[in-house]
Each structure stands twice: as C-alpha cells, then as structure tokens.
C-alpha cells in the first residue's frame, strides 16, 4: 500500500516570493509521482509528474519539483510565486501496477500581496 | 476537446430522493473514474471503469451505482443518501496506463437533506 504525506496543511507567503511544498511518500512498490492544483470551485489539474529519468520535473508556469529516492520526497518549488498561484496543492502517487491514485491531504497555498 | 463534463454543477436531494451524476469526455480515455471529495480534504476513489467494465471499487456503500454505458459516459446513481453523503462529487478520466494523467471534471456539489 502506498501513503502520501503533506507536511503543511497551510503555506502563506508573500508575492513574488520562493516557496517550497514539501511532500513525503511510502510505498512498498514503484511508483509515479503527481503534484495536482485545485482552484476554488473547479476540479483538479496536473501540474506535473515524475514518472523516471531525470527527477527533476517542471511545469510550464514555472513550478518544479524533485524526485528524491532515498528520502522518499517530492517536494515542489517555485522561485517566485504570484496571487494567481493561490489554490489547494495535492501531491500524489500511483504504483506501477494499477489504477489507484492515492492523494496526500493538501497544501493551502496562499500569496498575499 | 480535453475536458470532463460533469452535469449537475449543484444537486440538492432528500434522503428518499433517487438522482443521477452525469459525466462525459470526447478525448477516448478508456479509463474513468469517480471520486469523492470532502471540504478541505483530498478527493477518496469510489470506482473505476477499463473499457466500459468496473474494475475497482473501493467498498463504496450501495446506495451509490455506477454505470458507464459507452466510452463517452459514467454514470453515478444516488438513492437513500444520507447527509454524511453530502460532498463534491470529481468524474476524472485517463488514457488507458497507470502513469498516465487524470483529467478531472469541475465536480458535482452534493448535499444532502
């Protein structure tokens, strides 16, 4: 079985500035890595996933998360965060072998101005 | 096209009411799913359909009946719930592979009386 840890339930920063996501995984088996964004009132939206090769990974708007096996981490950054980028973060994690895509709890990301 | 519709956007129901969720995706995803989503919390699988066939379920009580009647549609009847039921309601599809994305419908915003 698999089980996916987001350390904060809450990140609020200021605008323009870094800010770091931190997300734990266990797992028994192999499997691929997901950061997903929920924004009020919609369902949710890949930002980006590490499926092998090189375990950095980053998205189109900027974010970036890193692949780290021995400490079971994918945790995801941004160098310079806008109020845009406010919304629930879900990190999570499918084995290799089936369908189930089990989700951590969530960050809140909050940037204020 | 690369969305999930999901119909109705909002449902209100009594506990002897019978309705239906409603999604639909053009992308030929042969995988679908629903999920389910509590305030503030990660969305929890409930089923997912491979090629029209029900393939997982997550011990989900009776009272909710999937139904996936071609490619295209996934289908969630409700009858009996009960208030704890009262959630947003995620339809999510995938091309057929584990590592692969899911897309995610905007969610059908359950409560129940």
């Known amino acids: 079985a698999q089980s996916v840890t987001q350390l904060d339930s809450q990140v609020p920063v200021f605008e323009e500035a870094p800010v770091e996501l931190r997300c734990n995984y266990s797992s028994s088996v192999s499997v691929y890595l997901f950061w997903y964004v929920q924004y009020p009132n919609q369902g949710l939206q890949l930002l980006l996933k590490?499926?092998?090769?090189?375990?950095l990974v980053e998205s189109i708007n900027g974010f970036e998360a890193e692949f780290n096996k021995s400490q079971t981490s994918f945790h995801l950054r941004k160098p310079s965060v806008h109020i845009s980028d406010t919304a629930e973060y879900f990190c999570?994690?499918?084995?290799?072998?089936?369908?189930?895509?089990?989700f951590g709890a969530g960050t809140r990301l909050f940037v204020k101005a | 096209d690369t969305e999930v519709t999901q119909t109705p956007k909002h449902l209100v129901m009594g506990m002897t009411n019978k309705k239906s969720l409603k999604c639909e995706q053009h992308?030929?995803?042969?995988?679908m799913y629903w999920y389910k989503q509590k305030a503030k919390k990660p969305p929890e699988l409930m089923f997912v359909?491979?090629?029209?066939?029900?393939?997982i379920n997550e011990s989900v009580p009776s009272r909710f009946s999937p139904e996936c009647p071609n490619s295209s549609l996934l289908n969630l009847h409700l009858h009996a719930l009960q208030p704890e039921d009262s959630a947003l309601y995620l339809c999510?599809?995938?091309?057929?592979?584990?590592?692969?994305?899911?897309?995610f419908g905007s969610g059908t915003q359950l409560s129940v009386l």
């Open positions: 359909y491979s090629y029209e066939k029900l393939s």
């Open positions: 999570a994690v499918t084995d290799t072998g089936g369908f189930k895509t089990i």
């Open positions: 590490y499926l092998s090769g090189s375990t």
């Open positions: 992308m030929g995803h042969r995988a």
């Open positions: 999510a599809s995938s091309r057929q592979g584990v590592n692969e994305k899911l897309f």
